[in-house]
C-alpha cells in the first residue's frame, strides 16, 4: 500500500461504487493540469471511526478524478504544547500541509461541535512559519458525521477556522446524520442523497482547485505583506514579532 493512502485497500472490490460514477468531463479537465494535492483529515481515534470512512469516501472519488490524495492519521499527534514542535507527527502533518493545494476536512460532531482530536490537528499547523503560509491559498472542503439528527455545528466551525488559516472553502458541504446508519459491512457509504452530496462536494473542491491554483499568488497578495517584506527583506514569524 502507498503511503498514505490506505482508502485504496477495500474490503469489496465490487461494492466499490466510485469507481462506477460517470466523471469522465472531470477527469478529462484534471488530465489537463497539473495533478492536484489533497490533504485530507479526520477527527476520530475509534477503531470504526465514521469519520475517517468518510475521508476514505472523499478520497476514492477524488483519487478517481486524478488527484494525489494523501490521508493523515492522527494516531500519535501529541496534544499542542509549545514544546513538542521536533515530534515526527508534528513535522510530518506540517509537510503533508505545505504540500498540499487543498484540504478535506472531516469531524464528528461532540457537544455540537468538533472534537479535540480534529481540533488538535489544526492548532499544529501554524498560519506562519517563517516567510511559508502552510495553508494559505489552498482550497478547502468541509464534512461532518453525526451520532443522532443531522446537525451543521461543526461544518459552521470548520468553515470559520477555514477563513482563519486563509483558506478557500468552497460553498457546498457534507453532513450526515446518523453516520452509523449510513455505512454498510464493507465500510462504504449506502446509496442515497447523502451519498450524492459527498460526490457534489468533492468536484466542486477539484473544480475550484482547478480554477484558483493559477491564481493563488495574486490572490493571497497584501498589501501589508509587501511592506513587510520590503522593510524586512522577508515576512516575519511570530516569535520574530515577538522579540
Known amino acids: 500500500m502507498l503511503p498514505y493512502k490506505p482508502y485504496r485497500v477495500l474490503k469489496n472490490v465490487a461494492s466499490d461504487w466510485v469507481a462506477k ?3 469522465s468531463s472531470l477527469q478529462a479537465l484534471g488530465k489537463n493540469h497539473a ?5 485530507v483529515l479526520y477527527g476520530s481515534l475509534r477503531e ?10 472523499f478520497a476514492r472519488i477524488l483519487d478517481r478524478l486524478g488527484a494525489d490524495v494523501r490521508v493523515f492519521d492522527p494516531t500519535g499527534l501529541p496534544m499542542k504544547d509549545g514544546v513538542s ?4 507527527k508534528v513535522q ?5 500541509s505545505q504540500w498540499s493545494h487543498a484540504h478535506v476536512w472531516v469531524s464528528p460532531e461532540q457537544h455540537g461541535n468538533i472534537t479535540a482530536v480534529f481540533k488538535n490537528q489544526i492548532d499544529w499547523i501554524p498560519l506562519a512559519l517563517g516567510s511559508v503560509r502552510p495553508t494559505q491559498g489552498r482550497t478547502l472542503a468541509i464534512a461532518q458525521v453525526c451520532g443522532g439528527s443531522q446537525s451543521f455545528n461543526a461544518v459552521n466551525t ?19 446524520p446518523k453516520a452509523w446508519t449510513e455505512f454498510d459491512d464493507d465500510d462504504r457509504m449506502k446509496p442515497g442523497d447523502l451519498r450524492q452530496r459527498v460526490v457534489d462536494v468533492a468536484e466542486e473542491l477539484f ?3 482547478i480554477i484558483l491554483r493559477p491564481q493563488t499568488e495574486f490572490l493571497v ?13 522577508r515576512l516575519l514569524s511570530q516569535a520574530d514579532k515577538l522579540q
Open 48 to 57: 470504526r471511526s465514521f469519520s475517517r470512512l468518510l475521508a476514505f469516501e
Open 92 to 96: 510530518e502533518l506540517r509537510e503533508l
Open 35 to 39: 495533478p492536484v494535492n489533497v490533504l
Open 21 to 23: 460514477l460517470n466523471l
Open 221 to 233: 497578495d497584501r498589501h501589508s505583506e509587501r511592506e513587510e517584506k520590503e522593510k524586512n527583506g
Open 158 to 176: 470548520l468553515r470559520i477556522l477555514g477563513r482563519w488559516m486563509r483558506m478557500f472553502t468552497v460553498p457546498n458541504q457534507s453532513s450526515v
Open 85 to 88: 514542535e521536533n515530534h515526527p
Open 207 to 209: 473544480k475550484f482547485t
